[in-house]
T-cell receptor, first 111, second 118 residues
Framework: SQQGEEDPQALSIQEGENATMNCSYK?????LQWYRQNSGRGLVHLIL?????REKHSGRLRVTLDTSKKSSSLLITASRAADTASYFC???????????FGEGTQLTVNP | GAVVSQHPSRVICKSGTSVKIECRSL??????MFWYRQFPKQSLMLMAT?????????EQGVEKDKFLINHASLTLSTLTVTSAHPEDSSFYIC??????????????FGPGTRLTVL
């Protein structure tokens, strides 16, 4: 798809478990960003990883980027019920100035 | 910092009327703002890029005469949905790019506006 793919589309886990979401794309990128969206709300920026970076951490979040495979992953460790939300990757392509969003992963963390 | 507000948060209107949505960057200047539309359980689709002091750039398939965009100042962009129809019902989200980090295109998103056209 032009938007790129995220998998899984939906993920349901228990509190305390880790959650991994993946994002793939087809073009060259300047950077890749991960966002979170609670139901019916706006987006919250989580992490930005540049094309020359391989891994980045922020609290319980870990993002990796493999430009050779054109993929990124978001890992949430020790998940909490409050982490329940949709997570989107968005890439800034080197050829343009706009963000292109992936299809998103709906994460449900059960207490 | 980097707060973006949208107004209204929710609007219900009759078919054929026009609705204006405001997007403001509260603590930074934004030469560029973006308007997205999101249908239920779907991703964000970019509608247009709003540039302060110039015409907006619309994505393919988005009618510029139906979705009027005005970016008259460095902190305000407005989207007017003209002659709204039920199929325009959606969640409209704006974002603003902080010019201090423009090279990363890090965007800060508003809380969204839920438009329902009866």
């Amino acid at each position: 798809s032009q938007q790129g793919e995220e998998d899984p589309q939906a993920l349901s886990i228990q509190e305390g478990e880790n959650a991994t979401m993946n994002c793939s794309y087809k073009t060259s990128i300047n950077n890749l960003q991960w966002y979170r969206q609670n139901s019916g709300r706006g987006l919250v920026h989580l992490i930005l990883i540049r094309s020359n970076e391989r891994e980045k951490h922020s609290g319980r979040l870990r993002v990796t980027l493999d430009t050779s495979k054109k993929s990124s992953s978001l890992l949430i460790t020790a998940s909490r019920a409050a982490d329940t939300a949709s997570y989107f990757c968005a890439r800034l392509e080197t050829s343009g100035s706009r963000l292109t969003f992936g299809e998103g992963t709906q994460l449900t963390v059960n207490p | 910092g980097a707060v973006v507000s949208q107004h209204p948060s929710r609007v219900i209107c009759k078919s054929g009327t026009s609705v204006k949505i405001e997007c403001r960057s509260l603590d930074f200047q934004a030469t560029t703002m973006f308007w997205y539309r999101q249908f239920p359980k779907q991703s964000l689709m970019l509608m247009a890029t709003s540039n302060e002091g110039s015409k907006a750039t619309y994505e393919q398939g988005v009618e510029k005469d139906k979705f009027l965009i005005n970016h008259a100042s460095l902190t305000l962009s407005t989207l007017t949905v003209t002659s709204a129809h039920p199929e325009d019902s959606s969640f409209y989200i704006c974002s603003a790019r902080d010019e201090r980090t423009a090279h990363y295109n890090e965007q800060f998103f508003g809380p969204g506006t839920r438009l329902t056209v009866l």
